[in-house]
C-alpha cells in the first residue's frame, strides 16, 4: 500500500555530520511536507513544496533545508547534525484541493 | 488560542464501551476536515474524511458542525486495538495547508 517512502527508518549519527533524508513518492501528487515530531508531542510542520522548485519554511523554525527538483523527491538535509535534532521526521503528500495527507513511516533521527 | 484544539486526554474506557471526542477550530472559512489515528512511534494514519452530512465507517462516525466549529469522532464497541492517539486535522479555504490539533489519546482496558 505505501505510495510514499522514507530512507533511513533509524539513524544515529554524531554531531557536526551533515545528513539527509530521503522521501520518495509515486502517487504524482504536487503538494508535500515534512514534519518534526517528539514523542509525545504534537507533530510540527517545518518545510513545504508546491510543486518542482518550490519550497517553503514551515511554523518551526529548523536548521534544516529542503529541495524539489523532482516532483517525486523532497530530501531533507542537516548541514551540521546536533543533539537537539533528535526528532522523528515525518514526510508526507497531499493531492487534490481537499484531500487527506498521506504519511511515510518516519525516519527516527538520534544525534549524539 | 490555537487553530484547531482536541482534549488530550487520556480517556480510559473499558471494552464495548463508547467513546467520544470532540475537536474545535478557529478558522469559519476551513473547507475540509479528518480524523487520524496515531500509533505510539508511528506515522498518522487517516482513520476518516469529515463530510458536511457526517459520515459513518463500521465502528467509527464522524460529525461536522460548522455552526458552533467543531467536528467529533464517535466510536461504538471500543476494541483495545483502538487504543492510540486520535488527531484532528482542518484544511485551509485554500486548500493549500493542513492544521493538526495535538490529539487525544484513547486507552481501551480489558
Known amino acids: 500500500e505505501a505510495d510514499i517512502y522514507q530512507t533511513p527508518r533509524y539513524l544515529v549519527i554524531g554531531t557536526g555530520k551533515k545528513i539527509t533524508l530521503e522521501c520518495s513518492q509515486t502517487m504524482g501528487h504536487d503538494k508535500m511536507y515534512w514534519y518534526q515530531q517528539d514523542p509525545g508531542m504534537e507533530l510540527h510542520l517545518i518545510h513545504y513544496?508546491?510543486?518542482?522548485?518550490?519550497?517553503e519554511k514551515g511554523d518551526l523554525s529548523s536548521e534544516s533545508t529542503v529541495s524539489r527538483i523532482r516532483t517525486e523527491h523532497f530530501p531533507l538535509t542537516l548541514e551540521s547534525a546536533r543533539p537537539s535534532h533528535t526528532s522523528q521526521y515525518l514526510c508526507a503528500t497531499r493531492g487534490g484541493h481537499n484531500s487527506p495527507l498521506h504519511f511515510g513511516n518516519g525516519t527516527r533521527l538520534t544525534v549524539t | 488560542r490555537k487553530e484547531v484544539e482536541q482534549d488530550p486526554g487520556p480517556f480510559n474506557v473499558p471494552e464495548g464501551a463508547t467513546v467520544a471526542f470532540n475537536c474545535t477550530y478557529s478558522?469559519?472559512?476551513?473547507?475540509?476536515f479528518f480524523w487520524y489515528r496515531q500509533d505510539c512511534r508511528k506515522e498518522p494514519k487517516l482513520l476518516m474524511s469529515?463530510?458536511?452530512s457526517g459520515n459513518e465507517d463500521g465502528r467509527f462516525t464522524a460529525q461536522l458542525n460548522r455552526a458552533s466549529q467543531y467536528i467529533s469522532l464517535l466510536i461504538r464497541d471500543s476494541k483495545l486495538s483502538d487504543s492510540a492517539t486520535y488527531l484532528c486535522v482542518v484544511g485551509n479555504n485554500a486548500g493549500n495547508m493542513l492544521t493538526f490539533g495535538g490529539g487525544t489519546r484513547l486507552m481501551v482496558k480489558p
Open positions: 478558522n469559519s472559512a476551513s473547507q475540509s
Open positions: 513544496s508546491y510543486g518542482v522548485n518550490s519550497t
Open positions: 469529515v463530510y458536511s
